[in-house]
């Protein structure tokens, strides 16, 4: 069965730097888009970035553009989140998700989530 295990999470200081890794299993992860969503404290879900299935297709939430950086290794079948000069804001538990083709997608549309992994920005 499909399997998605986001790691990588932590403590970090504001202006610091994580990578987040998603490890895909139970399907053929170069076929799909994937997305990273969060939650923070006491919010609702958050589309943060998503990526089409062979990564050429790119797109980001303006609130973490240039920060914040998806990728993906099909070789491997992981997914990443590079997160760059964080904000107290960016604190959320973050998961990732798969879209049901192979292109980016919304929120309401993505067929299997990861358990997430938190980060939290602070000083």
């Known amino acids: 069965q499909v399997q998605l295990v986001e790691s990588g999470g932590g403590l970090v200081q504001p202006g610091g730097s994580l990578r987040l890794s998603c490890a895909a299993a139970g399907f053929t992860f170069s076929a799909y888009g994937m997305t990273w969503v969060r939650q923070a404290p006491g919010k609702g879900l958050e589309w943060v970035s998503g990526?089409?299935?062979?990564?050429?297709?790119?797109s980001h939430a303006d609130s973490v553009k240039g920060r914040l950086t998806i990728s993906r290794d099909n070789a491997k079948n992981t997914l990443y989140l590079q997160m760059n000069s964080l904000k107290p804001e960016d604190t959320a538990v973050y998961y990732c998700?798969?879209?049901?083709?192979?292109?980016?997608?919304?929120?309401?549309?993505?067929?299997?989530w990861g358990q997430g992994t938190q980060v939290t920005v602070s000083s």
């Open positions: 998700a798969q879209c049901p083709g192979s292109f980016t997608c919304s929120i309401p549309t993505l067929d299997y």
């Open positions: 990526s089409s299935s062979r990564g050429t297709s790119t």
